[in-house]
C-alpha cells in the first residue's frame, strides 16, 4: 500500500533487533508502507533511506487529522 503525507509528520525509527532508536521526520510525499506489522508498527520505506515505522494507533491519528491519506491501488 502507499501513504501520502500531506504535512511532516513524526514517526518512529527501530534498531534492527526492534528496540526504540528514536523518532525521525517524514516530509511530505507518497511513500511505500509494508506490512505485516511489527510490534503494532507498521513499516514505511524512504528511498535511499532506512526504513522508518508508525505505530497503528499513530497512523490512525494522522489519517483523522488530515495530516495522511492511505492511496489505493489502481487495476
Known sequence: MKI???KGVLVRKLHSDGT?????????GIYDALG???NGFLRIYRSN?????IAFEKLEH???SGEIQILLKQA
Open 20 to 28: 526504540d532508536a528514536g523518532f525521525a521526520p517524514l516530509p511530505a
Open 36 to 38: 505485516p506489522q511489527i
Open 62 to 64: 494522522y489519517i483523522s
Open 49 to 53: 533511506a532506512e526504513p522508518l515505522f
Open 4 to 6: 501520502q503525507v500531506l
